[in-house]
Nanobody, 123 residues
Framework: QVMLVESGGGLVQAGDSLRLSCAAS????????MGWFRQAPGKEREFVSA????????LYADSVKGRFTISRDNGKNMVFLQMNRLKPEDTAVYYC????????????????WGQGTQVTVSS
């Protein structure tokens, strides 16, 4: 069982930055790929970014590429999402998720989810 807890959300203005964190329980964190997803009101959950267990490779949605950066610290069981140049359309609840071994853009393939953290970007 893996427990995930997100933090770092908040209310910011367009153009600002936020750094989301996700703390994971368990002793095998380094064997799990991690992903960030988001869900805006009235919309389906969408992929944002993912990182391989070793941190060697990353994936990004086109809408955030060049603005967001995913990273992880396997020694601290943490994954991060640095979000720069935020836009109002980035407003959503952001979730971190874990999947054993390989990363994916498909939310349905992730096994464990956090409770989410709200990010609101005002124009």
């Amino acid at each position: 069982q893996v427990m995930l807890v997100e933090s770092g959300g908040g209310l910011v203005q367009a153009g600002d930055s936020l750094r989301l964190s996700c703390a994971a329980s368990g002793r095998t964190f380094s064997r799990y790929a991690m992903g960030w997803f988001r869900q805006a009101p009235g919309k389906e959950r969408e992929f944002v970014s993912a990182i391989r267990p070793s941190g060697s490779n990353t994936l990004y949605a086109d809408s955030v590429k060049g603005r967001f950066t995913i990273s992880r610290d396997n020694g601290k069981n943490m994954v991060f999402l640095q979000m720069n140049r935020l836009k109002p359309e980035d407003t959503a609840v952001y979730y971190c998720a874990s999947r054993f071994n390989e990363f994916s853009r498909n939310a349905g393939l992730y096994d464990y989810w956090g409770q989410g953290t709200q990010v609101t970007v005002s124009s």
